[in-house]
């Protein structure tokens, strides 16, 4: 904290404490306030010249302090110490709770110690039924693979694959953090698929550094990310899929080989690393996205929506 910053509230306690130590030494005073007794003349000459709008004569703060003594004679409206109101307390008091429950905080100790004095200054007012802080899975989990990346060690990822609706365990390497489209993502070699793979950080539920380094293999470089995260690659599957018009935006949105129209509906090729997001995608749409090929997908595709459909009907 500046100098200046530290006088400003010592400047509004003051003339509360004069008031409550009439006639006090100017030692004494100086002694309270934990500064020289020039400092406490500074701060007196200061607060002479402070006081209501107007600023005359009748408007402004009056000590005497001619002597060793400080008398207040008018105190210009500041009889009580300055106390925050419920509303700054509580502001205050989510935003260094926020800060104590966010991992790898330097001073973590300074945090709880200036938790513990606004709470006790708010008089009860703010407590932990009042207040409760619940981070969000990304900030709780970046503070973590950042100190893993600065570490050079790997990480046990327990992740959540939206288009599979399923959770995995995979050891990877780090390789960088990164943000694009609102969401941030971590690169890393994931040593099951032996490949560069990208995830989702809102989807990771657990990282776990490990002791062991990070070792991806030489060469391995991270992808240009001018194209957008998902870049397609001549080894994933290539599909065809025949869109009605409430879901061309297929076409716009994802990075296709060919686009046609026929009949009114769109023909659309494109490449996918996971044949589960098309399976989502069609079984969604209430057939208003056909897979056209691999025939295998579209077969599988067709026996899961007669699945489905016979469970309906059964009940």
């Keep these: 904290m500046t100098a200046n910053e530290a006088r400003l509230p010592r400047l509004l306690a003051m003339v509360p404490y004069f008031l409550a130590h009439q006639g006090i030494s100017a030692a004494e005073a100086a002694a309270d306030f934990g500064i020289t007794e020039r400092q406490l003349r ?3 000459d200061l607060l ?9 004569p009748g408007d ?5 302090y001619e002597g060793d003594t400080v008398t207040v004679v008018f105190d210009a409206g500041m009889s009580r110490p ?3 109101t419920n509303e700054e307390a509580l502001a205050l008091v989510v935003a260094l709770r926020t800060l104590a429950e966010t991992p790898a905080i330097a001073d973590s100790d300074a945090v709880q110690r200036a938790l513990a004095k606004v709470e006790h200054a708010a008089g009860g007012a703010v407590d932990d039924t009042t207040v409760a802080i619940e981070l969000d899975r990304e900030t709780r989990m970046l503070p973590a693979l950042r100190r893993s ?5 790997a990480l046990l990822l327990r992740y959540y694959t939206a288009t599979r ?4 365990e995979r050891i990877v390497d780090p390789m960088r953090l990164f943000e694009m489209d609102g969401h941030n993502y971590l690169e890393a070699w994931c040593r099951s698929a032996e490949g560069m793979r ?3 950080i809102d989807r990771i539920e657990h990282a776990e550094q490990l002791d062991e380094p990070s070792r991806p293999p030489a060469g391995v470089e991270v992808r240009d990310l001018n194209e957008g995260v998902f870049q397609p690659a001549s080894e994933h599957l290539l599909a065809l899929l025949r869109l009605s018009s409430a879901y061309f935006w297929v076409a716009d949105y994802y990075s296709t080989e060919a686009v046609t129209e026929v009949d009114g509906l769109l023909h659309v090729s494109l490449r996918v690393a996971d044949p589960a997001w098309v399976r989502a995608l069609a079984l969604g749409s209430a057939g208003q996205v056909e897979v056209l090929s691999p025939e295998w997908l579209a077969e599988s595709i067709r026996t899961e929506a007669a699945a489905a459909l016979a469970a309906y009907a059964a009940k």
């Design 82 to 84: 300055l106390r925050l």
């Design 60 to 64: 402004l703060i009056d000590l005497s």
């Design 165 to 168: 609706d399923e959770t995995t």
């Design 48 to 56: 002479w010249m402070c006081g209501l709008p107007g600023h005359g």
């Design 149 to 153: 990346l600065d570490d050079g060690h």
């Design 42 to 44: 500074r701060d007196l």
């Design 198 to 200: 990208v995830f989702r």
